[in-house]
C-alpha cells in the first residue's frame, strides 16, 4: 500500500479545507488510516483516524470541527477541517497501519505519505 495526500493550502481562522489520502493496492480496505500532523517544533499528534471498520478517533483539539471519512471503493480517505484555527497549522500526513484497531498513537503507524501543508493565518 502507498499513501498519496493532497488538499493543503492556505486558508484564514474560521475557514474550510478538506484534505484528501489516496490509497494504493489491493489491500488498502483492511487498513486503519489516519491524519497525523506535526507543527513546528511540536510533536507529532494523530489528529484523527479511523479503523477498517468505520471506528473513529479525534483528538481533543478537533473534536467537533474536523471529520475523517473513508472510501474504499475509491480507496480514498478524508479529512474535512472546519472552524480552523492558527494552531491547526502543521504539516499533515496520512498514515496506515494494518488490521488494527483505530490508532491513536503516531509511532503505531507503519505506512506513511508525504506531508501536505496546512496553513491558518489568523
Known amino acids: 500500500v502507498q499513501l498519496q495526500a493532497s488538499g493543503g493550502g492556505l486558508v484564514q481562522a474560521g475557514g474550510s479545507l478538506r484534505l484528501a489520502c489516496a490509497g494504493s493496492?489491493?489491500?488498502?480496505?483492511?487498513?486503519?488510516v489516519g491524519w497525523v500532523r506535526q507543527a513546528p517544533g511540536k510533536a507529532r499528534e494523530v489528529a484523527a483516524a479511523?479503523?477498517?471498520?468505520?471506528?473513529?478517533y479525534y483528538a481533543d483539539s478537533v473534536k467537533g470541527r474536523f471529520t475523517i471519512s473513508r472510501d474504499d471503493i475509491k480507496k480514498l480517505v478524508y479529512l474535512q477541517m472546519n472552524s480552523l484555527k492558527p494552531e491547526d497549522t502543521a504539516v499533515y500526513y496520512c498514515?496506515?497501519?494494518?488490521?488494527?484497531?483505530?490508532?491513536?498513537?503516531?509511532?503505531?503507524?507503519?505506512?506513511w505519505g508525504q506531508g501536505t501543508q496546512v496553513t491558518v493565518s489568523s
Open positions: 493496492g489491493p489491500t488498502f480496505s483492511f487498513y486503519s
Open positions: 498514515a496506515a497501519a494494518r488490521g488494527q484497531t483505530v490508532v491513536q498513537v503516531a509511532a503505531s503507524y507503519d505506512l
Open positions: 479511523i479503523s477498517w471498520s468505520g471506528i473513529t
